[in-house]
Every structure is written in C-alpha cells, then in structure tokens.
C-alpha cells in the first residue's frame, strides 16, 4: 500500500480566500468547486491510524474505506462515497485518530481542504454548519443502518441490498439500467455487507442468471433496479 502525503504549503490559494471575499457559497460541496482533484490508485493510503490529519476531504468519485486494526486483523469502521465528507467532525473539534483511510477503488478521485480553513469557513455561516451537522448525522444513521442490516437480514440480502444502494449512488442510470466502474470485487463487497467471499460469488452469479444484473472485472450493470430492491428485503 501506499502512503498518499499531503503538504499543506502545497495546496492552492483560492479557499483561503473564501474567507475574506464576499463569496457565499450554497452548499459544503460548494467550498471544493475551485479545488483541484486527485486521483488515487487502489490501497492507497490517507493516512494511518495514530497519525493527525490535516484536511477534509470530499469524495468525487468511487470509494474510500475507513478500518482498523484488532490482532493483525482489518475491521471495516465505514465507507465513503460519491459526495459524503472525511473528516467534516473537525468542525466540532472532533478528530479520530483511530482509523486507517485508504481508496477502496482504483480510480479514486477526492478533494482536500485544510481542516483550519474548513473550521474558519463553516463556523461563520450557520446555513453550511448545519447542513455539515446532518451529513455526520447522515453517517451515523447509515452506521446504525449497517448493524440493523446484520441483525435483521441474511447474508444474502445484505449482499443484495448494498449492490443496490451502492450501484444507486455511485454508479450511472443509461435508460433503465445503472451502470458501475468499476466494480468492487466479491471480497470488498463481502467485507462491507458482512458476508464471505464465496457468498457473494454465488448470489451475483445466481442474479447474473436471473438476468438482474450483468458483470465482469470492468463494470457491473443493474438491469432490473425495482427487481433487485425487492430481493434485499427492505422497504423504500
């Protein structure tokens, strides 16, 4: 794996300059329109649990997991997609120091800000502080949601319903169908829906013959969403 570091002397003025402009920005995603993108390879590396970080960062595009380490052993915390933030708790001077971030996908694209400048920049207009407020009560939810989903469905049906909700999010609708690039791999898919390996491999096999879904080591494509909603058990 590999270590991405990132210098604060390297990053760009223009945010900085929110501070001090009359530039009033709608929305959090707003802050990072200016900002450049980087991109990062699959098992690339943020920053290791015990390090301080020092931006927050907005996912663009693919996916970015947060685990830790209990006996040589990767335990998945959270995931991170198209459009959520990584580290926003700052603004509340809540910094975990406790996790091990890295891109989840090849072709992962983010953005970064200084966590000072984002402090500074959220804590003076109350429109984006609380909007910042519900995205980490979004994750908690979504955290909570995760557990539930242990408790209370199958392992097939977790598999199913993260496929969903995953390929709804991250990927892109062409008509009827949504398409995904690329594609997790059985294993991550396992590793967040809590499933093994093979389970996974049998239930997207079993959904290929179904004709809901088609996939191979470039791309995912959902062919029935309503279908594959139905499987997973839940409700919408």
Do not use: W
Not at 31 to 51: A, I, N, S
């Amino acid at each position: 794996m590999m270590t991405i570091n990132f210098k604060r002397e390297s990053f760009p003025t223009p945010i900085p300059t929110l501070l001090n402009s009359n530039i009033h920005p709608q929305s959090c995603i707003a802050l990072f329109d200016k900002v450049p993108e980087v991109t990062l390879k699959k098992g690339d590396v943020l920053f290791r649990e015990g390090d301080t970080p020092h931006f927050v960062y907005l996912v663009i595009k693919g996916m970015i997991k947060l685990y830790s380490l209990h006996d040589g052993k990767e335990m998945l915390e959270d995931y991170l997609q198209k459009g959520d933030f990584l580290n926003c708790e700052a603004v509340i001077g809540e910094i975990d120091k406790n996790k091990t971030v890295e891109a989840m996908t090849q072709m992962t694209v983010i953005k970064k800000i200084p966590i000072s400048t984002f402090q500074k920049t959220i804590q003076t207009n109350p429109k984006l502080y609380a909007e910042l407020l519900f995205n980490i009560l979004g994750r908690l939810n979504r955290t909570q949601e995760r557990l539930r989903r242990l408790i209370l469905l199958s392992s097939q049906q977790r598999v199913i319903h993260f496929i969903a909700l995953h390929v709804k999010k991250s990927g892109r609708q062409v008509g009827f169908e949504y398409v995904l690039k690329p594609p997790l791999t059985h294993q991550e898919i396992g590793n967040i829906a809590g499933a093994g390996r093979q389970t996974v491999t049998t239930i997207m096999n079993e959904l290929r013959r179904d004709n809901i879904i088609h996939f191979t080591r470039q791309y995912l494509i959902v062919r029935d969403m309503d279908r594959l909603l139905a499987l997973s058990g839940m409700k919408y």
